[in-house]
């Protein structure tokens, strides 16, 4: 069980905007940095946003993040069919002094 | 270009050791702030950090693990390894390498990019 709780599934459908949550605690979330990372069965996990909120070259702004606490954010807007996979938040943490995945949540795009 | 590249057996038995390999071009592991890391994926399960090495020899292991891993790097070769001793069939898993970026204070920062992977069975 991972120490980063994401939910397990999200759906929405094309066009609409969803939101995935990712909450830790003050040794992890509430003191470094959050990662976003998309993953699609079969391939190399892709970093999708940095630093809480930055987006890596080439990804689009329809993807965003943010951080309030021990809770982070990715927001996705104007979802795609492409859109659908698996999002992984992480983050390093102070007490285990090595990085934490959370358990990931699976994109359904109806 | 940076790219990461795994390779190692695809079948080890129960009890024996795990050697991976990670083979990297456009970038080296004797510039600053550069480490390079192991995350695995059973199936069906979520990814899972294992271990990484600085560009200093610094090394940091997944608490849970610790006692089974060792990482090493040879700089010339371009090549970071990863040793997992005594496999179990619960160590089948897709394993990545990935580079890490290191800031001012020490702290990795993320991992970007990553390897293909590949799938690790452990069985009799």
């Known amino acids: 069980q991972s120490v980063l709780t994401q939910p397990p599934s999200a759906s929405e459908t094309p066009g609409q905007t969803v939101t995935f949550s990712c909450s830790g605690s003050?040794?992890?979330?509430?003191?470094?940095?959050v990662n976003w990372y998309q993953h699609l069965p079969g391939t190399a996990p892709k970093l999708l946003i940095y630093?809480?909120?930055q987006r890596r070259s080439g990804v689009p702004d329809r993807f965003s993040g943010s951080k309030s606490g021990t809770s982070a954010s990715l927001a996705i807007s104007g979802l795609q069919s492409e859109d659908e996979a698996d999002y992984y938040c992480?983050?390093?943490?102070?007490?285990?002094?090595?990085?934490?995945f959370g358990g990931g949540t699976r994109l359904t795009v109806l | 270009q940076i790219t990461l590249k795994e390779s190692g057996p695809t079948l080890v038995k129960p009890t024996q050791t795990l050697t991976l390999t990670c083979t990297f071009s456009?970038?080296?592991?004797?510039?600053?702030?550069?480490?390079v890391g192991w995350i695995r994926q059973p199936p069906g399960k979520a990814l899972e950090w294992l271990a990484l090495?600085?560009?200093?020899?610094?090394?940091h292991y997944s608490p849970s693990l610790k006692s089974r891993l060792t990482i090493t790097k040879d700089t010339a070769k371009n090549q970071v390894v990863l040793l997992m001793a005594n496999m179990d069939p619960v160590d089948t898993a897709t394993y990545y390498c990935?580079?890490?970026?290191?800031?001012?204070?020490?702290?990795?920062?993320?991992?970007?990019?990553w390897g293909q992977g590949t799938l690790v069975t452990v069985s009799s």
């Open positions: 990935a580079r890490s970026i290191i800031d001012d204070y020490g702290d990795p920062r993320w991992f970007d990019p």
């Open positions: 456009g970038m080296s592991l004797s510039t600053s702030e550069v480490a």
């Open positions: 090495i600085y560009w200093d020899d610094d090394k």
């Open positions: 003050t040794s992890n979330i509430g003191t470094n940095t």
């Open positions: 630093d809480n909120n």
């Open positions: 992480a983050t390093w943490d102070d007490s285990l002094n090595g990085w934490l």
